[in-house]
């Protein structure tokens, strides 16, 4: 039984004792022994009176203490919690509330307008409409807002939710308000050391490419000049290398311009998605399909909106990367499926595969899985490329493999198009 549910049980028995007090009382004055059952009455008041004095005491200090945890969480939180009658304006706020706002917690709760009018003048307006939209369509909202001459010049983020009662009328609102500044500048600095480490790659590649481009182009018109078997084969490590670098600079120059271009946004269009991954098999290089078979499995009626081009890349990646770790004969599976406004696409091999950890971290900058992955020609930005465009795109990606030797099957969402 709840606590309001056991002060009524205790006032019944109360009354019913004190109804039965009263009889005996009222008895007493014509029998001899009124006297005895009088006091016998009194007895059972008193000790009735002292259990339910103990109980409400019990009560009110349990409620005080849950009210003093729920304050201290609050404000560790930088939380506060608030709750307004929509039909008189009356409102209440927890005690963080009073100190977010900076307001002693005698003075009354502000009104709407007086809350309104504590905002910053630039975020007054939006809340008041965010607000305001919101009782009329009886939902939900989340803005954030700075307050008037506020010193520490701190951000909230408040939220609130309409209440109705059995009919489905509006009566209140309750919400809460948290001190999101330190969050946010944290977020700001990330984003910030986030940006310059992708202009360093950006300006980097941009600075290996120069010295290599002769490279690439004279090493082999130097190889064919050369009869010495030993100077053949290291004229072969050096062209292998140059070559592994040049890819890498092309990865690195291409992780930079997705981290930093709206290309994607303004050149989306409607996609036949069966039509682009056979164009996509048909350009691989000839050592990826003679190593594996690629089978396409996805239906002409498929479409999906995005960037040819960066869509291409996309599917150019996981290919390869799908070849490269894959038994010589095996197949490579591409299948897609409609769920919703997104198409959800898995290409799936039978190679290598990948364990739980592994499976984290695999589309981090320059993460190699284990010592096999290791390999002259990963750069180990082939994945982060893909997770780049598919985030640009608006979807998720995900890695999944039974273990070692399983496979590794590669899921990802990209937005449905139209008819094209």
Not at 39 to 47: I, T
Not at 344 to 369: C, N, T, W
């Amino acid at each position: 039984m709840n606590v309001p549910g056991r002060i009524i049980a205790l006032f019944l028995l109360s009354a019913f004792l004190i109804s039965s007090g009263i009889s005996l009382f009222v008895n007493s004055l014509h029998h001899d022994s009124g006297q005895r059952y009088l006091q016998a009455a009194g007895l059972v008041f008193v000790v009735l009176f002292i259990a339910i004095a103990g109980k409400l005491l019990h009560y009110q200090q349990a409620l005080s203490r849950a009210k003093q945890n729920l304050d201290e969480a609050q404000q560790l939180a930088g939380l506060g919690s608030w709750e307004r009658d929509l039909a008189t304006g009356r409102g209440y706020w927890s005690e963080n509330c009073y100190r977010l706002f900076n307001l002693s917690s005698n003075s009354p709760v502000p009104s709407m307008e007086e809350f309104f009018l504590m905002i910053h003048d630039e975020d007054r307006e939006s809340v008041r409409e965010t607000v305001m939209g919101t009782i009329r369509v009886s939902g939900c909202y989340e803005v954030k807002y700075r307050l008037d001459n506020d010193a520490g010049n701190r951000t909230f983020l408040s939220r609130g939710k309409v209440m109705l009662d059995g009919t489905g009328q509006p009566v209140t609102m309750v919400g809460s308000i948290q001190d999101i500044t330190h969050k946010q500048r944290r977020d700001q600095f990330r984003e910030g050391l986030l940006k310059q480490k992708d202009l360093f790659i950006s300006r980097l590649g941009h600075d290996l490419k120069t010295p290599l481009t002769p490279l690439v182009a004279l090493l082999p018109l130097v190889r064919s000049r050369i009869d010495d078997k030993r100077q053949l084969e290291l004229l072969d490590l050096c062209i292998n290398n140059v070559s592994y670098i040049s890819s890498l600079v092309a990865k690195t120059l291409l992780l930079g311009r997705l981290a930093t271009s709206d290309e994607v946004s303004a050149g989306r269009m409607n996609i036949q998605l069966s039509a682009l991954v056979e164009s996509v098999i048909s350009c691989a290089p000839d050592a990826v399909r003679d190593h594996v078979a690629i089978d396409n499995f996805i239906s002409p009626d498929v479409a999906v909106r995005g960037n040819r081009v960066e869509l291409e890349e996309l599917f150019s990646q996981l290919l390869n990367n799908a070849a490269k770790f894959s038994p010589q004969g095996s197949s490579v599976v591409v299948v897609a499926r409609c769920e919703g406004d997104m198409v959800a696409i898995d290409v799936r091999d039978s190679g290598i595969g990948l364990f739980p950890e592994e499976m984290v971290h695999i589309f981090e900058d320059f993460y190699k899985a284990d010592p096999s992955r290791h390999l002259l020609g990963s750069c180990g930005l082939g994945l982060t490329i893909c997770r780049r465009i598919v985030e640009s795109h608006g979807g998720r990606i995900s890695a999944s493999s039974p273990g070692r030797d399983g496979g590794t099957t590669i899921s990802f969402t990209l937005e449905a198009g139209g008819s094209v």
